[in-house]
């Protein structure tokens, strides 16, 4: 069994490595494009999955990201090519400064406030962006020096860059998902107060949780920057961005390791294929509307947690469901502890 | 000194058709739980019925609120009845719910965009343009109608929620949705038509806010952006709470635009919001008070 999702996994890490030898430049745009997005969903995944805050606000990480790069970029006139993605983990740390600062404040607050914090201190940093035009170029944005590559190979060291981040994201998620600390998480989400009596130091916990989540979300914005060329205040801190990285997740299953992936490389390329099909004649977001409201009605815990529920339920029928072990991977005790924590609501 | 004075009543006078958009909202989260961020498209389309209604069949704007209020009333029940229903009691349900009718405000944005392009419009009455002095300014009709009309609907609801049989089941429903339905309680009706109230009340603030701004439907994210933080600064499901901040938001926007530039009225806001929540999560009438009521 383990041997065989390790070939799984070699299988398609060697897929995904040849991948864009095999298709067109449009195609591995739109490949770039869901593995940025599978990273960022990741990072907001390994905090609000993990803790249970819902943050509506990722899009201040990446927009951040995204102007730490353009300012860089700008000033120093740094033309693009390979050493320029040495700049990515600067737009991850200037994330993480700001995370540090936002997330004293705004962790204070629970459930529905905090939705609304993360979303209300985006919209000031949308407003700054806009505002403080002799800094960021307001509504007229920053253009960055053009790319030394040629149109048809532009895509292929983005493509491989952002393939790595996303290795990184999930490398990151696997060890706090295994570690004791992944475990005090979870046990935030499950009940903050009684996590707090048994001794998990929830303040840190929570912090450290939401700065990682940004290291990630800035270096995916600065990537976007990168790969676009350009940065706009309504681009970078887009609400669209907040809300579409939590539906990948909750598409996929909030929480679980997988799911995340899985909702992004469903959703994103949806996103994209509707954008360019009928984005003219706006029936884009009309069908986009239609078919979130089907998934959320008939997958209300996504597609691992929903396909775990059904799977342990004819194990059930047979009676050969096991017992929880240490051995269980993580989908599945992810799905365990929130199953219990919903039924009881 | 007359540019604060202005502020400050031009605050006071928006500030009331925002306090009515913001109630049905802080209702809805109330009694079920839910975060309706559908609720800022909600006031465009209520813009734009009012819109096509004064358009096309030369209808005043105030007469065609007898056709959109109970057309969005509809609306809000059939939305209750085919989606906020289907989500159940779990952990993710306010995550849930603000995914669903995201997803409805994304198909009402599609459709209106369809319709009625992207192009910016208004509404067009006598009154807009026209004004009477008060002291050593101009006040324009609109604004005072809406105001009015706002208190009146305002007060209405008040009525509602604290004084009729139904108000007794809501307010048993959201302190305990369980217990309500215990003791006899028709909580899913209850919920129906609270539903239907909260975004029936947006026909109202959509003509307003049509009449007083050019308005597309990208004009929904900063609405719904300004009515959440009005009802997290009253306290979630709080009607005073509502009314209270939502005053204060628009004075103290209308003086940041008045005493130093109107790109740095909504930011001052956010500002404040944040800093408050530091020292009060609760909000200014937080949960607790407002449901002991």
Redesign the interface.
């Known amino acids: 069994m383990k041997k065989a999702s390790m070939i799984g996994l070699l299988a398609l890490l060697i897929l995904a490595l040849v991948f864009p030898l095999l298709v067109d430049t449009t195609t591995t745009g739109i490949a770039v494009f869901t593995l940025l997005y599978a990273t960022a969903v990741t990072g907001w995944n390994l905090f609000s999955g993990y803790t ?1 805050y ?1 943050s ?1 606000g990722y899009a201040s990480f990446t927009g951040i990201g995204a102007y730490t790069m353009a300012l860089i970029c700008d000033h120093w006139q740094i033309p693009g090519d390979y050493r320029t993605f040495l700049l990515l983990p600067v737009g991850g740390l200037m994330a993480v400064i700001f995370a540090l600062l936002v997330g004293w ?2 962790l ?6 905090f ?3 993360t ?3 985006m ?2 940093l949308e ?2 962006a ?2 403080l035009s002799g800094f960021t170029g307001g509504s007229s944005g920053i253009i960055l020096p053009s790319s030394v590559w040629p149109g048809n190979f532009f895509n292929i060291p983005f493509y491989y860059v952002s393939l790595f981040l996303l290795v990184l994201a999930i490398a990151i998620a696997w060890w706090i998902r295994n570690s004791k600390y992944g475990l005090g998480l979870l046990a935030i ?1 499950e009940d903050e107060d009684r996590a707090r009596g048994l001794g998990v130091k929830t303040v840190e916990f929570k912090l450290v949780a939401f700065v990682i989540s940004a290291f990630l979300g800035g270096m995916v914005g600065a990537m976007f920057t990168f790969y676009n060329g350009n940065v706009f205040p309504d681009a970078a801190f887009d ?1 669209n961005i907040d ?1 579409s990285v ?2 990948m997740a ?1 598409l996929g299953g ?1 929480g679980t390791l997988t799911g995340p992936i899985l909702g992004t490389f469903l959703l994103e390329p949806l996103q994209q294929y509707l954008t360019i099909q009928y984005g003219a ?10 078919l ?2 089907i998934i ?2 008939v997958l ?1 815990d996504g597609i691992v947690t929903s396909a775990w529920k059904a799977w342990r339920r004819r194990a059930a029928l047979r009676g050969t469901a096991s017992p929880i072990s240490s051995s269980v991977p993580e989908e599945e005790t992810g799905v365990l502890l ?1 199953s219990s ?3 009881s ?1 | 000194m007359t540019a604060i004075y202005d502020a400050i009543l031009t605050g006071i006078l928006t500030g009331g058709v925002y306090a009515l958009m913001a109630s049905g909202l802080t209702l809805i ?1 109330g009694v079920l739980e839910i ?1 309706n961020i559908a609720q800022g498209i909600l006031v465009i389309l209520g813009a734009y019925l009012s819109y096509a209604l004064n358009t096309y069949l030369h209808m005043d704007i105030f007469l065609s609120l007898l056709i959109t209020v109970p057309a969005m009333f509809l609306l809000g029940i059939a939305i209750e009845r085919l ?1 906020i229903r ?11 719910s ?3 009718t ?10 209106l ?2 319709i009625f392009t ?1 192009d910016y419009v208004s509404l067009h009455a006598k009154y807009i343009d026209a004004s009477f002095p008060i002291g050593k300014y101009y006040l324009p009709y609109v604004y005072v109608f809406a105001f009015v009309l706002s208190i009146v609907l305002l007060a209405g609801l008040y009525l509602l929620v604290y004084h009729t049989k139904f108000g007794y089941g809501l307010r048993a429903l959201t302190q305990n949705r369980m217990a309500a339905a215990l003791i006899g309680i028709d909580t899913g009706k209850i919920a129906m038509i609270t539903v239907g109230v909260g975004v029936a009340v947006t026909a109202v603030g959509g003509m307003a806010y049509g009449a007083t701004n050019a308005f597309n439907t990208a004009s929904s ?1 900063d609405l719904i ?1 300004r009515l ?2 009005i009802i ?1 600064l009253g306290g ?1 499901g709080s009607l005073r709470g509502a009314f209270v901040a939502s005053l204060a938001m628009l004075v103290i926007s209308d003086l940041t635009t008045a005493l130093w530039s109107a ?2 009225s ?2 001052v806001f ?2 404040l ?2 800093l408050l ?2 020292f009060r ?3 200014l009438f937080g949960l607790a008070e407002g449901r002991k009521q």
Do not use: K
């Open positions: 249970g819902i509506l404040i705004s204070r607050t629970r459930r529905v406030t939705v609304v914090v979303l209300a201190i919209f000031i407003s700054l806009f505002n989400r609400i809300v939590a539906l909750f909030i004649v706006s029936l884009n977001l009309m069908i986009l509307g239609a979130l409201l959320i009605m209300p929130e924590g919903g039924e609501g | 989260f975060v989606f289907r989500l159940n009691q779990s952990q993710n349900r306010i995550m849930l603000v995914l669903m995201f997803a409805i405000a994304l198909f009402i944005e599609g459709a965009n369809l992207t994210y952006a959440l933080v997290v979630m790109q740095w909504s930011l956010f500002v919001l944040v929540l530091v999560p609760q909000g």
